[in-house]
């Protein structure tokens, strides 16, 4: 595996459902973030991880709770979700926090119903 | 608060031909950087060009360049010799210096252009 991936690919779930997205780096870097991207918006970053530690938080509904256990690995925990919080999440990864490269993982589609 | 603006939400150009995205945006720092990237149907996004606005010189990266004009706030993307792999959703954006009013150097997106090429 290389670069960054993210499973499951496509998530249906309802609004009383847990669930969890994850994302996987293999690139060696230390800080991981989340997007949502909603169809004609601009991507909007969610969470930002640096060395495990969250470093910012755009306020985002406590409906979406992230972890981050390691550098490689980032986790965004959901539960009791809106049908308008169906969209593309998106992880990535740079070097460091707000490293000038971010590299993308091809995104979870997510379906609240 | 940095804004980015592409006012083109579709665009399409023949195979071979050249293509030129738009964005804007709007800044009151005089030293950022400014990204294209690229999103394919398959969805991973990857970076196609930066740039530097200290520097006047405008960034290529074989057949993609940009017109980089900083009074103008404008930051467009062309791409020469269009091929049917070039078909996506283009994000310009925005960076501000890291650290700048407690940021983390965080980016900036607008809404995307989707790119169609016609055979």
């Known amino acids: 595996e290389t670069g960054v991936t993210q499973t499951p690919r496509h998530l249906v779930m309802g609004m009383t459902n847990k669930k969890s997205l994850k994302c996987e780096q293999h690139?060696?870097?230390?800080?991981m973030y989340w997007y949502k991207q909603s169809a004609k918006k601009p991507l909007e970053l969610m969470f930002v991880?640096?060395?495990?530690?969250?470093?910012e938080n755009n306020s985002v509904p406590s409906r979406f709770s992230p972890e981050c256990p390691n550098s490689s690995h980032l986790f965004l925990h959901l539960h009791t979700l809106q049908p308008e919080d169906s969209a593309l999440y998106l992880c990535?990864?740079?070097?460091?926090?707000?490293?000038?490269?971010?590299?993308f993982g091809p995104g979870t589609r997510l379906t609240v119903l | 608060a940095q804004t980015v603006t592409q006012s083109q939400p579709e665009m399409s150009v023949q195979e071979a031909e050249t293509v030129t995205l738009s964005c804007t945006y709007d800044?009151?720092?005089?030293?950022?950087?400014l990204f294209w990237y690229k999103q394919p149907p398959s969805r991973q996004m990857i970076l196609v060009i930066r740039?530097?606005?200290?520097?006047?010189q405008n960034a290529t990266e074989n057949r993609f360049s940009v017109n980089f004009q900083k009074a103008a706030k404008s930051f467009s993307l062309k791409i020469s010799d269009s091929q049917l792999g070039d078909a996506a959703m283009y994000f310009c954006?925005?960076?501000?210096?890291?650290?700048?009013?407690?940021?983390?150097?965080?980016?900036?997106f607008g809404k995307g252009t989707k790119l169609s090429v016609k055979p």
């Open positions: 990535a990864s740079s070097q460091i926090a707000g490293g000038l490269e971010q590299f």
């Open positions: 690139l060696g870097h230390n800080a």
């Open positions: 991880y640096s060395l495990e530690e969250r470093v």
């Open positions: 800044t009151s720092e005089s030293d950022y950087y």
């Open positions: 740039q530097e606005a200290y520097k006047q």
């Open positions: 954006a925005y960076r501000s210096p890291r650290n700048y009013g407690g940021s983390q150097g965080n980016l900036i």
